[in-house]
Every structure is written in C-alpha cells, then in structure tokens.
C-alpha cells in the first residue's frame, strides 16, 4: 500500500534554510502528483506546495519564492527546500499524492525559532 515517510525536519533560525524529504513507497511520486502540507497545533492542516506529474509546481502565496518542491524519480522521494525560513513556516509538514490522497505519514516537525 502507499506510505510516506517524512524526514528533515529541525530547529532552524529565522533566515536559515532546511530541506525536507519524503520518501514513498507503494507508488511512483514520477507518475503521480504529489503535495505538501503543514499543521500548526489547534489549527487545520494546511496545504503548502504541489507539484504535477509533469513536473509543474504551484506553491502557497506565503511561501513562493522561499520553497522549492523537487522530486528525485530515482530514489522515489520528493523534497521541499525551504530558503530565508520565517517563525510562520513552523509546523509539522506531510506529503501526500493528490487528488487522491493515501493514509498520512507522521509528519516531519520544522520549527522556526532563534
């Protein structure tokens, strides 16, 4: 079955960069759209970056031109680049394929902080 496995994560200081991985399995992030999302405690999960089958990506209006969402057909992974991370980027970043989403994986925790 699809899984996904994020992994990155960390403390980081306001203007530092961090690069998020996501290692799936059970599916072909090549021939599938996939996204991220964050989730900040008492609030929804919200979505944050897409990127196409086709390699097309489209990202929230907070983070566009600090988050790059790359894929590695290879090893089967996707990855998120956060560039100049703000204390609004904290939270627990998911991927998950689209438009039908597989069970969530456990989330990786980005916290941003000096």
């Known amino acids: 079955q699809v899984q996904f496995v994020e992994s990155g994560g960390d403390l980081v200081q306001p203007g530092g960069s961090l690069r998020l991985s996501c290692a799936a399995s059970?599916?072909?992030?090549?021939?599938?759209?996939m996204a991220w999302y964050r989730q900040v405690p008492g609030k929804d999960r919200d979505w944050v970056a897409a990127l196409t089958s086709r390699g097309l990506t489209s990202y929230t209006n907070s983070v566009k031109g600090r988050f790059a969402f790359t894929r590695d057909n290879g090893k089967n992974t996707v990855e998120l680049q956060i560039s100049n991370a703000k204390p609004e980027d904290s939270g627990v970043y998911y991927c998950?394929?689209?438009?039908?989403?597989?069970?969530w994986g456990r989330g990786t925790q980005v916290t941003v902080s000096s």
């Open positions: 998950n394929q689209w438009p039908h989403m597989a069970t």
């Open positions: 059970g599916m072909s992030v090549a021939d599938t759209n």
